[in-house]
């Protein structure tokens, strides 16, 4: 049978992205949204390729001397160096301890660099040491090595903290994005978009009629708690840039799977969205650096939500979505009035420097 014309045929149509042919790197490079992913697979995948860095996951989960260990690094670089709720020296502590925690992995020892700015005063450098080090007391890790540069005044921005970290990965773990399948249940262990709104309230000012407190907090002692309760828990990430909506859509992409989130189920704060109303922002795509998403098995749902429930950081836990068979790759929400829009990676980021 012939194709009737006046039909319009989309069989491989695609809609193209918006042309982002930069010669220099910009801002959005580092959001965590599509140009960072882009720069990642064009720039640095080629130059690295190897098969341990093709899962591009938070940490690499390695074999020495008949042991799995997770190893990670990560850079902090955020503005202003203190918020409500924390400093760069928590966030250099939380942040890679949570990316090995999201391998399954109990942190032991961290590696620490300072790049400080000509003209930065010591009693800045001394508080955000004395940070990161009960930061470290508080996950139960050891700061093993470290270095220290200084660069010209004007060449830097007060201080900036590398840290690497390894952990042991228990046997019979295996938490990598690629398992999630269709049936399974998506949980977020708390309330979303805090970090991020915490960060904005200082940096430009602005009140919002209570103050936002991050969430920054180690989740190594909430994961081991999943963990005991239930083995084969298949997918976990640390929401940090890009919020839930680009943690989920890399997710569903990895996995083959699509993600159907329910709206009227998401744990937004009052402040965050009363926040978020006011700026324009999505509070999905709100940074996070004390929340954890978990997909697990429907039939281990109601174990992992108990353990994480009796945790003082997963207090709030609860079930926003599952896995579907439908729409692969990609990630919607069912809002309050019945609909379905599609929840897209960000192209760059809404809010730059947050950790």
């Known amino acids: ?6 039909v319009p045929n989309f069989d491989g149509w695609s809609c193209p992205l918006p042309l982002r042919d930069h010669q220099t790197i910009v801002m959005g490079h580092g959001g965590g949204g599509q140009m960072s992913g882009e720069l990642i697979e064009h720039l640095f995948v080629p130059a690295f390729s190897n098969p341990l860095l093709a899962g591009l996951t938070d940490s690499a989960v390695v074999t020495l001397g008949g042991a799995r260990i997770a190893f990670s690094t990560d850079s ?4 202003p160096l203190f918020f409500p709720g924390g400093s760069i020296g928590d966030l250099a502590v939380n942040g890679t301890v949570n990316d090995l925690a999201m391998s399954g992995a109990q942190p032991a020892y961290l590696s620490c660099g300072f790049i400080l700015e000509e003209g930065v005063e010591l009693s800045v450098v001394g508080r955000i040491a004395e940070d990161l ?3 470290a007391e508080q996950a139960g890790v050891t700061i093993a090595t470290g270095d220290t540069k200084v660069v010209d005044s004007g060449h830097g921005d007060g201080v900036y903290i590398n840290t690497a970290g390894i952990g042991l990965v228990r046997e019979g773990v295996d938490i990598r994005p690629q398992r999630a399948a269709v049936g399974d249940v998506v949980i977020v262990s708390g309330m979303i978009g805090v970090h991020g709104i915490a960060i904005m309230s200082v940096r430009e000012g602005i009140s919002f009629g209570t103050e936002v407190i991050s969430d920054c ?5 909430l994961v081991g708690a999943m963990l005991d309760a239930v083995l084969d828990v298949h997918v976990l990430r640390d929401p940090t840039r890009g919020g839930v909506a680009t943690s989920l859509n890399e997710i569903a992409k990895a996995a083959g799977v699509g993600i159907e ?8 704060p009052e402040a965050v969205a009363n ?11 709100v ?8 997909i697990v098995a429907p039939a281990d749902a ?14 709030d836990a609860t079930v926003i979505g599952a896995c579907v068979a439908t729409h692969p790759g990609m990630v919607t929400t069912r809002t309050t009035f019945g609909a379905t829009r599609v929840v897209d990676t960000p192209i760059g980021e809404q809010l730059p420097r947050i950790c």
């Open 275 to 285: 926040a978020c109303s006011f700026l324009g922002l999505d509070p999905l795509y």
């Open 261 to 268: 989130l329910v709206e009227s189920d998401l744990p937004i």
């Open 217 to 221: 907090a180690p989740l190594n002692g």
């Open 1 to 6: 049978m012939l194709p009737d014309p006046t």
């Open 287 to 294: 940074a996070n650096e004390g929340k954890l998403l978990a």
């Open 133 to 135: 080090g009960r930061a």
């Open 302 to 315: 109601d174990a992992v939500l108990a353990a994480m429930r009796a945790h003082p950081l997963g207090a």
């Open 76 to 79: 902090f670089v955020v503005q």
